[in-house]
């Protein structure tokens, strides 16, 4: 094995613990750190996919920014921590894990014999390609908009959390 080979299934399995408890905690704050541990072994795919660009897009748009911004959102709304009571599992938790195990088999079986699975791709020529995208990312007759409606909506979105987790006063004190 490459250490490159021993990066990714290190990776990966973190990646997949790290999903598997943002879907089984019972505390949303500690799902959502859960997910950011998540995003964090895709960008390192990334890396090891040789796709800097997109691992930075990954760090920068969904921990840096939905992540958090979810995080805030939990935090800032009130009573929404638990005492931990009650199962992380309900009782069809070993269902669902067979059906899982057969799609997985199904899909092992159905890409194993397939001759074009193991084919490898051609190599793509990516001269000036993040140059151009960053071109068009940032020019006035570009994509400027949409990030600017981007920004707006992410910042209404920690408005609005604010404003529900904003103590009310009582109209009859």
């Known amino acids: 094995m490459t250490p ?19 879907v089984s905690r019972r505390n949303l704050v500690h799902a959502a750190l859960f997910l950011v541990i998540t995003l964090f072994g895709v960008a390192v795919n990334f890396i090891l996919l040789d796709a800097p660009f997109l691992a930075v897009v990954q760090v920068l748009v969904y921990i840096g920014a939905i992540a958090i911004l979810m995080i805030f959102a939990v935090m800032l709304t009130r009573n929404i921590q638990e005492d931990g009571a009650g199962e992380a599992f309900n ?10 195990f057969l799609v997985l088999s199904l899909l092992v079986v ?3 014999g397939w001759s ?5 791709p051609p190599v793509a020529n990516t ?7 960053g ?12 990030f600017e409606v981007a920004s707006m909506l992410l910042l209404g979105a920690l408005v609005g959390a604010i404003f529900v987790a904003w103590p009310r006063k009582n109209e009859n004190e």
């Open 135 to 146: 071109l068009a990312l940032a020019s006035a007759d570009g994509y400027v908009l949409a």
């Open 127 to 133: 001269s000036g390609a993040v140059e151009a995208l």
């Open 4 to 22: 490159m080979q021993v990066i990714f299934i290190i990776t990966a399995v973190a990646t997949v613990l790290a999903a598997i408890m943002v």
């Open 110 to 112: 159905t890409l194993g």
């Open 91 to 100: 009782k069809n938790v070993g269902m669902a894990g067979l059906v899982s």
């Open 116 to 120: 074009e699975f193991r084919a490898l």
